[in-house]
């Protein structure tokens, strides 16, 4: 193993989380679980780009028609987030939040990939209603960020 990887799994194993390594990569899937709902959580380790990225991602692909509105949801609310963003292949209708932390010349410590992936996790529940209400129910995005801001 090595140093970027140790502390994503010592992590995921002293907390007791379920999380799958995908065979001969350094890439794990789980499940994200917040008080609005549950999705699938992804952490991929690149250790010669001394990164870690956390993605929380939408459990449904978004229709075809809806894609423009959703687009136009994470456009609105990316400038009030202060780390990380959301993201839409809008070829295939996956949206997520992606946060990441580069450790080049430094060190990935348990405390800081805890709190990468607790606010991925804590800001993808916060607007996991929201992605919902634009992608399922059809409600004008612009409505919906002016009801989240409220």
Same mark, same amino acid.
């Given at each position: /193993? @090595?140093?970027?990887?140790?502390?994503?799994?010592?992590? $995921?194993?002293?907390?007791?989380?379920?999380?799958?390594?995908?065979? &001969?990569? @350094?890439? $794990?899937? %789980?499940?994200? +679980?917040?008080? =609005? %709902?549950?999705?699938?959580?992804? *952490?991929?380790?690149?250790? !010669?780009?001394?990164?870690?990225?956390?993605?929380?991602?939408?459990?449904?692909?978004? !229709?075809?028609?809806?894609?423009?509105?959703? /687009?136009?949801? #994470?456009?609105? *609310? =990316?400038?009030? #987030?202060? *780390?990380?963003?959301?993201? /839409? &292949?809008?070829?295939?209708? =996956?949206?997520?939040?992606?946060?990441?932390? +580069? *450790?080049?010349?430094?060190?990935?410590?348990?405390?800081?990939?805890?709190?990468?992936? %607790?606010?991925?996790?804590?800001? $993808?529940? !916060?607007?996991?209603?929201?992605?919902?209400?634009?992608?399922?129910?059809?409600?004008?995005?612009?409505?919906?960020?002016?009801?989240?801001?409220?």
């Amino acid at each position: /193993m @090595t140093a970027l990887l140790d502390v994503v799994m010592k992590f $995921f194993r002293e907390r007791d989380v379920p999380i799958e390594q995908l065979e &001969d990569t @350094t890439v $794990f899937r %789980g499940v994200g +679980d917040g008080a =609005n %709902g549950s999705w699938t959580l992804w *952490v991929e380790v690149r250790e !010669d780009d001394e990164l870690c990225l956390v993605w929380s991602s939408y459990s449904e692909a978004v !229709d075809e028609a809806r894609r423009p509105a959703v /687009m136009e949801l #994470i456009t609105r *609310v =990316n400038p009030d #987030i202060e *780390v990380g963003a959301f993201e /839409m &292949d809008l070829d295939r209708g =996956n949206v997520s939040f992606k946060t990441s932390i +580069d *450790v080049t010349g430094d060190r990935l410590s348990e405390a800081l990939f805890e709190r990468l992936i %607790g606010h991925n996790v804590q800001s $993808f529940d !916060d607007y996991l209603p929201a992605i919902e209400e634009v992608a399922r129910d059809g409600v004008d995005p612009k409505d919906v960020v002016l009801a989240f801001r409220g």
